[in-house]
Every structure is written in structure tokens, then in C-alpha cells.
Nanobody, 122 residues
Framework: VQLQASGGGLVQAGGSLRLSCAAS????????MGWFRQAPGKEREFVAG????????YYAGPVKGRFTISRDNAKNTMYLQMNSLKPEDTAVYYC????????????????WGQGTQVTVSS
């Protein structure tokens, strides 16, 4: 599966952005999807993800209550709605796909998009 992330940009603190991840290739619905981010000088970290069945969603502590992950299998697209953005949310955001495993385990993801930059100004 090929993944293409988009929707990043520059936003003021308190603002909102919606990221999209368009998938092509093998059946999108057969993959569990997730979002990760990497800030300058830091390791890539888990943001949000789906369970393998898609029934459950998981969030990292710092984004819980502010970010919402969703997917539209008919459009082969996953989204990340980000509200109440903070400067510490500044990072390159990546979407990823896995066949099994844990939503927050980076090594379980076999397919990655190219990343989209999110910058939150104070």
C-alpha cells in the first residue's frame, strides 16, 4: 500500500488542522492505520491509531481529548483532526499502515507516508 499524507501547515496556538492520508494499492480496509510525529531532534512517536479491526482507537496522552482519528474506507483515506493545537505539537506527521500488532508500536508498521509538516506558533 502507498500512503500520501497532506494537510499540514502553519497555525496559531489554539487553532485546528485536519490531516489526510490517502492510500492506494492493496485494499485499504485490510490495514490498521496510525499517525506518528517527529519533532526536530526527537524520536518519532505515536500519536493515534486504530485496532486491527478498526473498532477501537488509541491516543497518546498528550493529544487525548484534542485529536481525533478517523477513516473513510470508501475513500481509502484516514484523517487526523487536530484541535486546540499547542506549540509542542509542532512536528512532521506521518501516516502508517500495519497488518497486525499494536497501534502504538512503531516497529509493527510496514508502510509509511512521506510526512506533512505541522507548525504551531505561540
Amino acid at each position: 500500500v502507498q500512503l500520501q499524507a497532506s494537510g499540514g501547515g502553519l497555525v496559531q496556538a489554539g487553532g485546528s488542522l485536519r490531516l489526510s492520508c490517502a492510500a492506494s494499492g492493496r485494499t485499504f480496509s485490510s490495514y490498521a492505520m496510525g499517525w506518528f510525529r517527529q519533532a526536530p531532534g526527537k524520536e518519532r512517536e505515536f500519536v493515534a491509531g486504530f485496532s486491527p479491526t478498526g473498532r477501537f482507537t488509541y491516543y497518546a496522552g498528550p493529544v487525548k481529548g484534542r485529536f481525533t482519528i478517523s477513516r473513510d474506507n470508501a475513500k481509502n483515506t484516514m484523517y487526523l483532526q487536530m484541535n486546540s493545537l499547542k506549540p509542542e505539537d509542532t512536528a512532521v506527521y506521518y501516516c502508517a499502515a500495519r497488518s497486525s500488532g499494536s497501534a502504538d508500536r512503531i516497529t509493527d508498521y510496514a508502510y509509511w507516508g512521506q510526512g506533512t509538516q505541522v507548525t504551531v506558533s505561540s
